[in-house]
């Protein structure tokens, strides 16, 4: 059993959001509008990822299942 993975996705603009929300969310990696990026679930990830969760789509993967 592999360890946990996060699929974020970029699912609505940060048009009108503060300053601190834009920048959590290129620390995550993301630049554009329906992006995804994966990262390991981390205390710190989930962190950054509650900061924005009206903004992004998180779904929970299992290590071995890269789509």
Do not use: N
């Not at 993975?5 to 969310?25: D, W």
């Not at 630049?31 to 950054?48: F, K, N, W, Y």
């Amino acid at each position: 059993m592999g360890t946990k993975r996060l699929r974020i996705t970029y699912v609505k603009s940060a048009i009108g959001y503060s300053e601190r929300q834009r920048e959590t969310l290129r620390s995550l990696g993301l630049r554009r509008l329906h992006q995804s990026v994966e990262h390991p679930d981390t205390p710190t990830i989930r962190g950054m990822v509650a900061k924005v969760q009206h903004l992004v789509r998180v779904e929970e993967l299992e290590e071995g299942s890269r789509q």
